[in-house]
C-alpha cells in the first residue's frame, strides 16, 4: 500500500490587521510549509468581540499575496452559505489562486454563529445530515457545472457554476470529521480527513492531553478505515490530516519535540499536520525553527534514479 508523504501547514487566525495575515502567508511559504489554512466563523471564536475577516474573502486575497502554497479553510463551515453559493465560491478562489485550493468543509456547530445570525440551531444528527447534502451538490456542481437536486434540507434547482475550476475534475476536498457519520461521509467523497484531539463533539473544553489525543485519533482512524472498506475505498487513497493545537493554546515546542510529536502521529496513519501561527515573537521564532530544522528531515528524501533500475 502506498504512504503519501507528509506535508505540513499553518492556520491563520483572520484577527490581525490584513497588512499582517498577508506578510505572515509569505513567510509560511517562503518557510517552506506546503498548506496554509484560515478557520470559518463568523467571529473568533475565542474573542468574538474582537477583530475577525471573513474567511473566503480572506483566502482571496491570500491567494493574491502567494505564489506557492495551498491554500484554504478548516474548515469551511455549512452553517454560513448556501452550498451551491459555497462552490461557486470555491471555483472563484481556485481561479485566483491558480489551482491552489483545499477545499475543507466540515458539520460546523459553532454556537454563537447560529445565535447571531438568528438561526435555528441545528442537531448534530441534522449537520452531518447536512453535510452529506453540501458535499453530493458541491461535488456535482465542482465536477459537471450544472446540479438538479432535492433533499431533505437543501433544494437546488438546475444551479450552474462555470467556469469550471483549474484543478480537474473538481479541487480536492478535506472532510472535517469527529464521530462515525461525517467520517462515513469523508470515505465517500473526501480526499482528506480532518480530524484533532478533542474528547466528544467540537467543543474546545474537551481538549485531550498528548498521549489521549493520540488514542482517540487512532480510534477515528480505525472507523475511516472501516468505512473505506465498506465504500470499497482503497485505505491509501484518502489523505488523513491532524490539527494540532500547538501555536496556539499548547507551545510549538524545539525542533527535536516537533519531530517527535509527528513521528507519534505518523505511527498512527496520519499524514499531514498543521499547526496554529503563534501569537507572539517567540513562537515565532519556534515556527520559523521547526521549518529551517525539522521539516526537511521529516520530509522523505528525493529519489535518486539507479542505472539498470526499472
Keep these: 500500500m502506498h504512504t503519501p ?61 502567494t505564489t506557492r502554497i495551498r491554500l484554504g479553510p478548516l474548515v469551511s463551515s455549512i452553517t454560513l452559505r448556501n452550498p451551491a453559493l459555497l ?5 472563484t ?3 485566483i489562486s491558480h489551482g ?4 475543507g468543509i466540515g458539520p460546523a ?31 456535482a456542481l465542482l465536477e459537471h457545472g450544472e446540479v438538479h437536486h432535492r433533499g431533505s434540507h437543501y433544494v437546488i434547482d438546475g444551479a450552474v457554476v462555470a467556469p469550471a ?16 457519520r461525517a467520517i462515513e461521509l469523508a470515505a465517500r467523497y473526501a480526499d482528506a480527513w480532518n480530524t484533532y484531539g ?31 472498506e465498506r465504500a470499497g475505498r482503497d485505505l491509501s487513497s484518502i489523505r488523513r490530516s491532524y490539527l494540532s493545537f500547538r501555536g496556539l493554546s499548547e507551545p510549538l515546542g524545539t525542533p527535536a519535540e516537533f519531530s517527535r510529536f509527528v513521528g507519534d502521529l505518523t505511527a498512527i496513519g496520519m499524514h499531514d499536520v498543521v499547526v496554529y501561527w503563534p501569537a507572539d515573537a ?28 526499472q
Design 5 to 65: 508523504s507528509p506535508t505540513f501547514g499553518v492556520l491563520l487566525l483572520s484577527d490581525a490587521p490584513w497588512e499582517v495575515l498577508a506578510e505572515r502567508a509569505k513567510r509560511a511559504e517562503a518557510m517552506g510549509f506546503d498548506t496554509l489554512w484560515v478557520g470559518d466563523h463568523f467571529v473568533n471564536p475565542y474573542a468574538p468581540k474582537g477583530p475577525w475577516f471573513e474567511a473566503w474573502t480572506t483566502l482571496a486575497g491570500l491567494a493574491s499575496a
Design 87 to 91: 462552490a461557486r465560491m470555491a471555483m
Design 93 to 95: 478562489v481556485d481561479h
Design 100 to 103: 491552489r485550493l483545499e477545499f
Design 109 to 139: 456547530g459553532a454556537p454563537l454563529d447560529y445565535a447571531m445570525l438568528g438561526l435555528p440551531v441545528w442537531s448534530p444528527r441534522e449537520r452531518v445530515d447536512r453535510l452529506a447534502e453540501n458535499l453530493e451538490i458541491i461535488s
Design 165 to 180: 475550476p483549474v484543478q480537474r475534475p473538481r479541487p480536492p476536498i478535506t472532510v472535517g470529521a469527529l464521530g462515525p
Design 198 to 228: 478533542v474528547a466528544e463533539g467540537r467543543a474546545v473544553t474537551g481538549r485531550l492531553g498528548h498521549e489521549e489525543a493520540m488514542a482517540a485519533t487512532a480510534a477515528r482512524c480505525a472507523l475511516l478505515d472501516a468505512a473505506c
Design 282 to 309: 517567540d513562537g515565532e521564532a519556534a515556527l520559523e525553527a521547526i521549518a529551517r530544522e525539522a521539516l526537511p528531515d521529516l520530509r522523505p528524501a528525493p529519489h535518486t534514479h539507479v542505472e539498470g533500475e
